[in-house]
């Protein structure tokens, strides 16, 4: 089986600390969120959501490009 490249590791490394401070934010910006209610019931709230959705949705594409610096590397 082949190795990554020391290119393609830092690349990954660089996405996962992407990752990991996104999830860090999205803990700290949602931390009052108690119930879905509380995403649900007023603006702010709703704007808490959407934030959060787009944050989950921009954590998802960084493991599509991961996967898909490990595909290229194994096929």
């Known amino acids: 089986m082949e190795s990554l490249s020391l290119d393609r590791k830092r690349r990954v490394l660089h996405i996962l600390d992407q990752v990991e401070k996104a999830v ?12 879905t209610d509380d995403f649900l ?13 787009m944050s989950l949705i921009a954590i998802g594409e960084s493991f599509k490009n991961i996967e898909k610096l490990l595909i290229k590397n194994f096929s």
């Open 24 to 35: 860090l934010t999205l803990e700290e910006r949602t931390q009052c969120i108690k119930s």
């Open 41 to 53: 019931l007023t603006s702010s709230g709703m704007e808490k959501l959407d934030a959060a959705c």
